[in-house]
């Protein structure tokens, strides 16, 4: 995704690009680090020494790359926003689905998106941390999700005809958000934990496809 395409709201800070290249490896490597923290779900507790310390790096280029640890923060949050968002254009692009049946649509929408919330269970508690204590980043995760629905009804709806619920427009925008709720509640909790991810492919499809009554 150019930056041009990339949608303001996913837009969550403002870091000067470092100029020298040892400076942009020392970025990399940090935020790298604070991935495995966050991967890890011990992001929160980590210090500003213990980063560094995991990124190879020290302190004081801790301070003069990033300046805090909740730019940090806000860097993962915003790089997980951008390829969530990449991923759902690459997925919706409609001339893919065009001739295929929407029940394709719909597991390979559920497989991909079982994908990106793998392992994400540290940046769901970081974004859910942040959204309860600051209401303009609450108002960007539901800016997320309503694009993401509003890409993925897209599609629904270049299908309509295979869609037999009764009210589907309704249906097919309630069903986006079912997944996601369910995709978060299991990535922080691990309620689905005694199912497979292949499972959860498929119990997800078989929902999604019973819900919205999808055949042809």
């Known amino acids: 995704m150019t930056n041009s395409a990339i949608p303001d709201f996913t837009r969550l800070t403002t870091l000067p690009e470092p100029t020298q290249l040892r400076s942009q490896k020392a970025l990399q490597r940090l935020l790298d680090a604070g991935e495995q923290l966050l991967a890890a779900n011990a992001f929160e507790e980590a210090s500003v020494t213990q980063i560094a310390g995991l990124a190879s790096s ?21 790089r997980f926003f951008q390829t969530t968002v990449s991923l759902i254009e690459q997925l919706t692009e409609p001339e893919q689905w065009a ?33 309860s204590r600051d209401s303009g980043f609450r108002d ?51 309620n689905l934990g005694h199912l497979s ?20």
Do not use: C, W
């Open 58 to 78: 020290s302190v004081g280029t801790f301070y003069r790359v990033l300046g805090d640890k909740d730019t940090l923060s806000l860097l993962l949050l915003q």
């Open 140 to 190: 960007k995760v539901h800016q997320l999700n309503e694009y993401i629905a509003e890409r993925i009804v897209a599609v629904l709806q270049q299908h309509q005809g295979e869609v037999h619920h009764p009210q589907p427009h309704k249906a097919m925008q309630a069903a986006v958000h079912i997944v996601l709720g369910a995709l978060n509640q299991h990535t922080i909790t691990g």
């Open 99 to 131: 001739a295929k049946p929407l029940a394709d649509f719909v597991h390979t929408l559920t497989a991909r998106l079982v994908e990106v919330y793998q392992g994400r269970r540290g940046v769901l508690r970081a974004l859910i941390l942040r959204a």
């Open 197 to 216: 991810n292949s499972e959860v492919v498929e119990e997800l499809s078989r929902i999604l496809l019973a819900y919205l009554d999808i055949h042809k």
